[in-house]
T-cell receptor, first 112, second 112 residues
Framework: NAGVTQTPKFRVLKTGQSMTLLCAQD?????MYWYRQDPGMGLRLIHY???????AKGEVPDGYNVSRLKKQNFLLGLESAAPSQTSVYFC???????????FGPGTRLTVL | KQEVTQIPAALSVPEGENLVLNCSFT??????LQWFRQDPGKGLTSLLL?????REQTSGRLNASLDKSSGRSTLYIAASQPGDSATYLC???????????FGKGITLSVRP
């Protein structure tokens, strides 16, 4: 099992550009999450999904969109990147309620 | 709103010392608590998961305890080693839709 994987690992964008971050898991997990981690702010939930075809807003959803068309994939989109979105983005998944959560290795995004 | 606190933010100990990392949370109505380890520039690795009905979990030199009524958890590391140097985060699962609330972590340095 590869676990939770994220693509790309690093990316530099200019303000106003768009991009999509891909998260994939091969553990047949129902729940998937996108977080951002910033110095002094800790981990903050952006969006999450409790099953294929479902998405919901987390703590800091503005400026991001997500899609879960396939159970194993969870995509995070930035339509018009801003410097405030410079961060490390982590994807995570869990099989169902009350179970252990697993994280991907992260994507380091810089917006100039 | 659930809040998770980890104090101190950083800790430095000599190799071989037994140590305790603390985690406190404000809402005792949790489903479970999870301890993670994060190495610099890496993702989060799950160490231990304690369900709300459990008092402790052990894995190798690690032992995590949970006192739900007082809103506290501790991570005990026996015979610390330089390889234990990392940031340790605790997270609690509360409310609907399996959302974790994270502490900001304790950065541990074990000196040879």
């Amino acid at each position: 099992n590869a676990g939770v994987t994220q693509t790309p690992k690093f990316r530099v964008l200019k303000t106003g550009q768009s991009m999509t971050l891909l998260c994939a898991q091969d553990m047949n997990h129902e729940y998937m999450y996108w977080y951002r981690q910033d110095p002094g702010m800790g981990l903050r939930l952006i969006h999450y999904s409790v099953g294929e075809g479902t998405t919901a807003k987390g703590e800091v959803p503005d400026g991001y969109n997500v899609s879960r068309l396939k159970k194993q994939n969870f995509l995070l989109g930035l339509e018009s990147a801003a410097p405030s979105q410079t961060s490390v983005y982590f994807c995570a998944s869990r099989v169902a309620d009350y179970n252990e959560q697993f994280f991907g290795p992260g994507t380091r995004l810089t917006v100039l | 709103k659930q809040e998770v606190t980890q104090i101190p933010a950083a800790l430095s100990v000599p190799e071989g010392e037994n140590l305790v990392l603390n985690c406190s949370f404000t809402d005792s109505a949790i489903y479970n608590l999870q301890w993670f380890r994060q190495d610099p520039g890496k993702g989060l690795t799950s160490l231990l998961l304690i369900q709300s009905s459990q008092r402790e979990q052990t894995s190798g030199r690690l032992n995590a305890s949970l006192d739900k009524s007082s809103g506290r958890s501790t991570l005990y590391i026996a015979a610390s080693q330089p390889g234990d140097s990392a940031t340790y985060l605790c997270a609690v699962l509360t409310g609907a839709n399996s959302k974790l609330t994270f502490g900001k972590g304790i950065t541990l340095s074990v000196r040879p």
